[in-house]
């Protein structure tokens, strides 16, 4: 397993280390070798990022899944993607926990500290939105209420991530 962004080495580092994460996330900065060809490419993204993505790939290759986000916010849900994988009957396994390079947080990173408030009021401002706007439609509805979720399950994540920095 790993992760694939836009970022450079050095803050793809900085989150593996703010997150305590297992598994590495690779660097491609270019968006060429592996962001553009998979479609996580969002070209009307003027910052030239990467939506989140997901691709299960098979023991013998191919691709049993796939899930591109529409844009940086849309994040598909953790519990779906190990149901995908279950699915697929193989054993677990386990990984070494990655190692990296130097940490070299970007300039608008929001520190560890702060995930927790950050995520807090990102919550509470959607739940507003999606009360003063409801009237708009069925998806706007859909989608804050998937957002509001997904920020919920990051909350109780960084529970987890604490767990692993004790």
């Known amino acids: 397993m790993f992760g694939l962004s836009a970022d450079s080495p050095g803050q793809n580092a900085a989150v593996m280390e703010k997150l305590a994460l297992a598994f590495p996330i690779l660097s491609d900065v270019e968006r060429d070798q592996a962001v553009t060809p998979l479609g996580f490419a969002d070209e009307n993204d003027l910052r030239q990022i990467s939506r989140p993505g ?8 191919e691709i049993v899944s796939r899930f591109v986000g529409k844009d940086y916010a849309d994040r598909p849900d953790e519990g779906l993607v190990l149901e995908e994988l279950g699915s697929l009957g193989l054993d677990p396994t386990s990984q070494v926990a990655a190692e990296f390079g130097p940490v070299e947080p970007g300039e608008k990173a929001a520190s560890y500290k702060g995930l927790k408030s950050y995520l807090t009021g990102a919550k509470f401002a959607t739940l507003a939105w999606r009360g003063r706007y409801r009237h708009i ?18 909350l109780d994540a960084l529970a987890a991530v604490d767990e692993r920095k004790a």
Request: glycine share 4%.
């Open 54 to 61: 997901v691709v299960i790939i098979s023991p013998d290759g």
């Open 137 to 154: 439609s069925d998806e706007f509805k859909d989608d804050t209420k998937a957002y509001v979720a997904m920020v919920e399950r990051y």
